[in-house]
C-alpha cells in the first residue's frame, strides 16, 4: 500500500477576556460565581429581547485577528445558528457565517527548529453555550456561560503531525496572552479545541472524508488524540475501507481512546440565515488604525530582541517569554541593573556593556531558579513583594562579591517575605561577605589546626582536601567568607 500523507486542520474557540457577554450587560465572569445567576433574558433568549454587540468583545477579536495576519472584514454579520442543545437557550446560537470578522490569515511556527506556516481561513465572532454536567444520571444546565463572547479560528488543513498542531496551540494561547485577549487556559474552558483529521495517499492532492474529534482540553491530549486517530485511520486504509462520511467522534481520556458520537452536520443542517436583531457590524478607518497601533511586541520578535540586545541564549530567552508577567519584570531588573552600574556605580556605559551578557545570565538563573523556587503552585505574579529595583541590588551585591550566593540565597527569601530593601537584610542578618585577606588568613590557619591529618594529607599533594577545608572555613565564618579568596590563600599556604 502507498504510504499515507496526515492532513489535520484545527478549530479553536477562545473565551474573550471582556467584563461583560456578547450581546448583554451580564457579568463575563460566570465560572467564579453561583450557577445560574449571571443570566439576563437577553442571554437566556426570552422573546421580545434584544440583543447589542458588545464593543469590547470587537475589538479583542480584532487584535488576535491583526496578530494572525488575517485581513478585516470592515463590514460583517451576524447570523443565527441553529439547533438544539438543552445549555443552548434560545435555541440558536448567535455567530458568523459566510461574512466573518477575519479572514485569510497565516503565523509561522517552528517545527523541529524549521519555520512552518499553517494558514488561517477565518476568526468569527460568536456567543458560547451554557455547560453541562451530568449527575447521578441528569443532565444539569448552568446558563452562566451562556452568551459568554467567544473567537473561534478556523486554520487550513496545514497540519502534517500532531506535534505541530499541539505547537501551534501552545503558541496561540501564548499570543493571547500578549494580546490580553484571554487567558486562555485549556482546563477552565477559556480555549477548547477541536481537530479535524483525515488521511491521504502521499502525493494525492485530495482531501478525503475527515474526522472532527471533539472534547479536547489539553494540549496533550490534542496530541495523542490525533496520533491515536492516525493508527486507527491507518488500519481502515490498509483494509481498503477509508472513512466514507465525515464524523464527529470525542476524546476518552479514561482510556485514550476516540470514541464515535455522530455524523458530523453540514451547514446547510444548521440552516443559517442573518440575524434579524443585529444590524451589520462596520469597522471605522480610524477604529482599524487604533488596533494596528495597539499591537504589542510579539513572542518570537520578543526571543529575538532578548537574545541580540542581552546576549541570552535562544532556549533562555523561550522559557522566559513563556510568561508576559516574568519575561517584563526580568527586563525591568535588567535595567535597575543598567542604572546601579551607570548612575550609581559611576561607570561609562561601555563598562555595563562588557558585563550586560554575564549579568543577564545572572539574572536569568536567579530567577528561575532562586526566585521560582520560592513560588508556591498558585502563586499568582501580582501577589510578589519583591521589586525590580530591589532584585537589581541583590543581583549586584551577589556580582560584586559583597555578598556570596548562600547569603544571597537568604535575603531573597527574606525579600520574598517582607519586600524589603536587600542591603538593610543583609545588614540585620549579619551576612556581609568578608573580604579582608588578614581576617580570611586567620581563619584558614585556624582550620588547618582544627584538623592536623587532612592538613598533612594536603600538603602531601591530595589536593582534592583543599574544597574540604574551603567548606570548613564557610562553616566557621558563617557562610560570610568569599570562598575564591579563601581557595587563593589556602593554595598560597602550601
Not at 550586560?356 to 508556591?376: D, I
Not at 521589586?387 to 520574598?416: D, H
Not at 591530595?462 to 567568607?481: N, R, T, W
Request: charged fraction near 25%; proline fraction near 5%.
Amino acid at each position: 500500500m502507498k504510504k499515507l500523507e496526515t492532513i489535520i486542520g484545527l478549530e479553536i474557540h477562545l473565551q474573550l477576556k471582556t467584563k461583560s457577554k456578547m450581546f448583554c450587560a451580564c457579568s463575563n465572569d460566570g465560572e467564579n460565581q453561583q450557577v445560574n445567576t449571571t443570566i439576563c433574558p437577553i442571554c437566556l433568549g426570552h422573546p421580545g429581547t434584544l440583543p447589542t454587540i458588545n464593543a469590547e468583545a470587537v475589538k479583542l477579536g480584532m487584535l488576535l485577528a491583526l496578530a494572525l495576519n488575517c485581513q478585516i472584514n470592515q463590514k460583517s454579520k451576524f447570523d443565527r445558528k441553529n439547533y438544539f442543545y438543552p445549555d443552548l437557550p434560545k435555541g440558536y446560537q448567535i455567530s458568523q457565517f459566510d461574512i466573518p470578522l477575519a479572514v485569510d490569515g497565516h503565523v509561522v511556527i517552528e517545527i523541529n527548529n524549521k519555520p512552518q506556516r499553517i494558514g488561517i481561513e477565518r476568526l468569527h465572532l460568536e456567543e458560547d453555550a451554557g455547560k453541562n454536567s451530568h449527575v447521578a444520571g441528569q443532565t444539569l444546565v448552568d446558563f452562566n456561560r451562556a452568551g459568554t463572547p467567544l473567537a473561534e479560528i478556523v486554520t487550513r488543513p496545514d497540519f502534517r503531525t500532531a506535534e505541530a498542531a499541539k505547537i501551534f496551540l501552545q503558541d496561540l494561547r501564548l499570543l493571547a496572552r500578549y494580546l490580553g485577549v484571554s487567558d486562555a487556559e485549556m482546563e477552565k474552558g477559556h480555549m477548547r479545541c477541536d481537530a479535524n483529521i483525515s488521511l491521504r495517499p502521499l502525493g494525492d492532492t485530495n482531501l478525503y472524508p475527515k474526522t472532527e474529534v471533539k472534547n479536547i482540553n489539553s494540549f496533550k491530549a490534542v496530541e495523542k488524540a490525533l496520533l491515536f486517530e492516525v493508527l486507527r485511520q491507518t488500519e481502515l486504509w490498509e483494509k481498503n475501507t477509508p472513512p466514507h462520511l465525515t464524523a464527529t467522534r470525542g476524546w476518552d481520556e479514561n482510556k485514550q481512546i476516540t470514541v464515535e458520537q455522530r455524523t458530523k452536520e453540514g451547514s446547510s443542517d444548521y440552516r443559517y440565515f442573518p440575524e434579524p436583531d443585529l444590524p451589520p457590524l462596520i469597522i471605522s478607518d480610524q477604529m482599524l488604525a487604533y488596533s494596528k497601533s495597539a499591537m504589542p511586541e510579539f513572542p518570537q520578535a520578543k526571543v529575538a530582541r532578548l537574545m541580540t540586545e542581552y546576549g541570552l541564549s535562544n532556549s533562555d530567552a523561550k522559557i522566559l517569554v513563556q510568561n508576559k508577567h516574568w519575561a517584563d519584570f526580568w527586563e525591568q531588573v535588567m535595567s535597575d541593573l543598567q542604572a546601579w552600574f551607570v548612575r550609581a556605580g559611576g561607570q561609562a556605559e561601555s563598562v555595563w556593556e562588557n558585563h550586560k551578557a554575564n549579568l543577564a545570565k545572572l539574572n536569568f538563573n536567579w530567577l528561575t531558579s532562586e526566585l521560582f523556587g520560592l513560588l508556591p503552585g498558585n502563586f499568582n505574579f501580582s501577589d510578589l513583594k519583591i521589586s525590580s529595583e530591589n532584585m537589581a541590588e541583590l543581583l549586584n551585591l551577589v556580582y560584586q562579591n559583597k555578598i556570596n550566593s548562600s547569603a544571597g540565597q537568604m535575603i531573597l527569601k527574606e525579600m520574598f517575605v517582607s519586600g524589603a530593601d536587600p542591603s538593610q537584610i543583609a545588614e540585620k542578618l549579619d551576612l556581609a561577605q568578608i573580604d579582608d585577606v588578614a581576617a580570611l588568613e586567620d581563619l584558614v590557619v585556624k582550620v588547618f589546626m582544627l584538623y592536623p591529618e587532612q592538613y598533612n594529607d594536603l600538603k602531601n599533594g591530595k589536593e582534592a582536601l583543599i574544597k574540604f577545608f574551603v567548606g570548613k572555613v564557610m562553616f566557621e565564618s558563617k557562610g560570610k567568607a568569599n570562598p575564591q579568596k579563601v581557595e587563593e590563600i589556602i593554595k598560597n599556604k602550601l
